[in-house]
């Protein structure tokens, strides 16, 4: 079993801009602790003018094929657009919004061929009840610069997310099928990503993403379908 301890000072980012140092006097502590089969830490982190950050995190080794693990953190955002679920009432503008719990558990399983499948869920307490992300779509209608401008990172409090996927350490490409799952507006996400290595400093890549539902449910709201193509070069 091994522990760790670690304080940090951040005087300031050692880059001149005319922006103000966001970072500068900035305080970090971190707590380890780890054994055979798990690991568990715990984070704050103080920067001037802001609410503190606190987290903490651990993993678990059940077995050569199963892994569990899980996140938690509690913070304040600088900007949260209000969205009242009486529809009535208009977006406002929010500054250091109420401290509140983003939480994710999952696991992850490891076949006997090095594919692995993984099951997340998160809570993001800075996210929207199905009631207001409702009336923030209604809102939308009349007020879409601040909609778009404003947005939470994720409109919803609650996520399902489902990862299968090739084995990353493979010499000649990897695949991954995502499937994500917004529990509040019950709107769903397909994407799929591949990637294969055409000589040894050039790779070509695909992503492929398909939302299912209407435009009041998040994943659906802007974009029906895309994709991308690219190539990874490494240069010499």
Avoid: C
């Avoid at 880059?15 to 707590?31: C, E, I, M, N, Y």
């Avoid at 909609?147 to 090739?166: C, E, F, I, N, T």
Wanted: glycine share 8%.
């Amino acid at each position: 079993m091994q522990s760790s301890a670690s304080l940090v000072h951040i005087f300031n980012t050692g880059h001149s801009t005319s922006q103000p140092d966001a970072w500068r006097d900035s305080w970090l502590a971190k707590f380890d602790r780890r054994g055979d089969e798990w690991a568990l830490g715990l984070v704050a982190l103080k920067a001037p003018d802001t609410p503190a950050f606190y987290g903490a995190y651990g993993q678990n080794t059940l077995s050569d094929a199963l892994l569990l693990y899980g996140e938690l953190g509690s913070s304040t955002q600088p900007v949260a657009l209000q969205s009242p679920a009486d529809i009535s009432q208009p977006f406002t503008v929010q500054a250091n919004s109420p401290r509140r719990t983003t939480a994710l558990l999952g696991a992850a399983y490891t076949f006997e061929n090095s594919q692995s499948l993984s099951v997340e869920y998160l809570h993001d307490g800075h996210g929207y009840t199905a009631a207001q992300e409702n009336s923030y779509f209604q809102r939308a209608i009349t007020q879409p610069g601040i909609a778009l401008g404003q947005a939470p990172r994720l409109l919803g409090r609650d996520y399902l997310h489902l990862v299968w996927q090739s084995n990353l350490m493979a010499e000649t490409g990897y695949w991954r099928l995502m499937f994500s799952r917004n529990l509040n507006d019950h709107g769903n996400e397909l994407a799929s990503y591949g990637e294969t290595v055409l000589s040894p400093q050039i790779s070509a890549y695909a992503l492929a993403v398909l939302p299912q539902g209407n435009a009041r449910q998040e994943f659906s709201a802007l974009v029906r379908r895309s994709l991308t193509l690219g190539l990874k070069i490494a240069l010499p």
